[in-house]
């Protein structure tokens, strides 16, 4: 069972936005056996969210105990403006919009009780996620709070610098896309050296969670477990000497990363000149 408090959200708690992100992270506590009866998912669309109450407009009633954000950061003009007004004093803010920075939350919903970035990746369904959290409110008990619900859906660390938060969004709230594409092109490799499509792309993924799980396993250092593989002046060696190169693996991931921070970076100064 999870840490979190009676296993249950304050109430009301609202999802203003339900799509790919926060529908992820209620299939986590709905798999984690956390009662959701208080959450209400707020979507334009009105599309049902299997284990929540869906509406496609903010409900009536008093302020939000909690509020999640889950819309796309460049809605945030949209939607803060009717929302703002509707916070309590009580209410906690957690924000799931890359690049949106704090400062910017705050000054938008002024009257919240706390702001709090969360930068979640799509594996907080299988309660294997990355969820990093920041937040610039004195309020230690409302990051409490909202680490122990994220922590239901894995590893959910405080960060105290935002770009550390930057930082862990573009390795891990990116980073399943990114393993993902490298699986692909484990996959078509497989398949020019004439490995049915199939059968490919079973043994790239087989590779892949056998990897993790040897590597959660062991504990070793990523640098270790290649060298476990690869014996002197072996394939594997040859491989890894490809990606090994002054133009290799390190530089295209420097360059991938360094994309996805300036994209941030973009995204967060079109929010703070909303
Ligand atoms: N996807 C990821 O891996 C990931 C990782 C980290 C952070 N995030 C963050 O999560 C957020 C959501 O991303 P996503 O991938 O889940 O996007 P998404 O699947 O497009 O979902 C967006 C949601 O926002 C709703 N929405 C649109 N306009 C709205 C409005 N005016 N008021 C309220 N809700 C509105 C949509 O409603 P309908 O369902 O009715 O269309 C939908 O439920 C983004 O800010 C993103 O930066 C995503």
């Not at 009257?111 to 907080?124: D, H, I, K």
């Not at 594409?181 to 490799?189: C, E, H, N, P, T």
Request: glycine share 10%; charged share 15%; net charge negative.
């Amino acid at each position: 069972m999870t840490s979190f408090p009676d296993s249950q959200f304050p109430g009301p708690t609202w999802l203003v936005g339900c799509g790919n992100m926060a529908g992820a992270m209620v299939t986590g506590w709905r798999a984690a056996g956390i009662d959701l009866v208080a959450v209400t998912a707020i979507r334009p669309s009105g599309a049902a969210v299997e284990g929540v109450r869906t509406v496609s407009a903010l409900p009536d009633g008093p302020p939000p105990a909690l509020v999640m954000l889950g819309f796309k950061p460049q809605k945030l003009d949209e939607v803060a403006p009717g929302l703002a007004p509707r916070l309590g004093a009580d209410t906690i803010v957690i924000s799931l919009l890359a690049g949106v920075e704090a400062a910017t939350l705050r000054q938008r919903f002024p009257t919240a009780r706390a702001c709090v970035r969360a930068m979640p990746n799509l594996p907080v369904a299988q309660r294997k996620g990355v969820i990093a959290l920041y937040s610039e409110d004195d309020d230690p008990a409302a990051l409490t709070l909202v680490q122990a619900l994220m922590a239901a859906l894995g590893f959910a660390p405080i960060v105290d610098d935002e770009a550390h938060f930057s930082a862990i969004g573009a390795v891990a709230g990116s980073g399943p896309a990114y393993v993902a594409r490298f699986v692909d092109a484990l996959i078509s490799g497989g398949e020019g050296l004439g490995l049915a499509p199939d059968l490919a792309a079973r043994i790239a993924l087989d590779t892949l969670t056998g990897t993790a799980a040897m590597a959660v396993a062991t504990n070793l250092p990523m640098a270790e477990l290649a060298r476990h593989v690869a014996s002197p002046k072996g394939t594997t060696e040859a491989g890894l000497a490809v990606l090994d190169a002054s133009d290799g693996i390190n530089q295209l991931i420097g360059r991938m990363l360094a994309a996805s921070i300036a994209r941030g970076k973009e995204l967060a100064d079109a929010a703070r000149q909303g």
